[in-house]
């Protein structure tokens, strides 16, 4: 049975047990449209206690896109260390094919995909259709509308599956509240492809491609010195604790009609929804704070 999560007022409780910060953006730094209160601050005590910071995103972006938006948000590149993105690792995926089924998938592919999303597409020599049929595989990135439901694209999935075409997932979120409303990721889609037969391959957390990629970078050989930070038990604490990292989950984040109540995180209901999905976060704590 794993230990009780041990809920934090801030993260300066347990600053002397890691060194680096694997950081969830989306319902831990910001909502999609500005950061989070006290968010910044944590930002700049991280980097003042020596803490090496690796925001790990979920966005089907570039790296240097999502940087950017960041920086229009007023959250600043030199705030943390570097950034990894679900995006970024789909892209090197598609463009070096460094296995037999990027080898196999072929160069026509249906798109799936949003008009912020396209620099996922630039120097990759694919060739998009517009009919499912004369696919080779289909590349799910997101949806633009937030009244988009998974099953309304049955249409193109069913004879995707059919067909045995692999699906390539650049974010394996299912849902995510821009400014507060709900809208489905991509890889609500994509779980929705698996129901169907279909074979899917994901890029980004929970998947430990991402969390490799990280800890070669910084050279981290004791992974009980990293933490996962973000605000969903499926991806972030999941991948965090598959690696055999500290995990901390944020409970004002997609889970917060459920763990949050006025400003504090509920203990009772971080076990038991914790127990339904079957992993439990080592701490949690109501927002992003030093």
């Not at 969390?211 to 933490?227: G, M, N, T, V």
Request: aromatic share 6%; hydrophobic share 45%; with cysteine.
């Amino acid at each position: 049975m794993p230990p009780d999560t041990r809920i934090l007022a801030g993260l300066r409780e347990i600053a002397d047990t890691f060194d680096l910060v694997i950081l969830d953006l989306w319902g831990c730094v910001h909502d999609g449209i500005k950061p989070y209160p006290g968010a910044l601050d944590c930002f700049r005590r991280l980097k003042d206690a020596g803490k090496t910071v690796a925001v790990t995103s979920n966005a089907p972006r570039r790296a240097a896109g999502v940087i950017g938006k960041l920086a229009e948000m007023g959250i600043a590149r030199e705030l943390y260390t570097d950034l990894f993105s679900s995006g970024e690792e789909t892209w090197r995926y598609l463009k070096t094919r460094p296995d037999g089924l990027s080898q196999r998938l072929g160069r026509r592919a249906f798109p799936i995909i949003t008009n912020r999303d396209l620099d996922i597409l630039e120097g990759l020599d694919l060739e998009l259709v517009d009919d499912v049929a004369n696919a080779s595989f289909v590349l799910v990135t997101g949806v633009a509308d937030e009244k988009v439901k998974a099953a309304d694209f049955d249409p193109v999935l069913r004879p995707a599956a059919r067909a045995n075409l692999p699906m390539v997932c650049a974010n394996p979120d299912l849902l995510v509240h821009r400014g507060g409303v709900e809208e489905i990721c991509a890889g609500a889609i994509a779980e929705r492809y698996e129901a169907m037969g279909g074979r899917v391959v994901y890029h980004g957390k929970p998947h430990r491609k991402i969390y490799e990629i990280i800890f070669k970078a910084f050279r981290i050989e004791d992974p009980r010195r990293a933490i996962g930070i973000g605000d969903s038990f499926r991806t972030d604490i999941r991948g965090a604790r598959d690696m055999g990292a500290q995990s901390a989950l944020i409970g004002a984040g997609i889970h917060r009609l459920e763990l949050s109540k006025g400003g504090k995180v509920d203990a009772g209901q971080v076990a038991a929804l914790g127990k339904q999905l079957g992993v439990i976060p080592d701490y949690a704590l109501p927002f992003l704070a030093w």
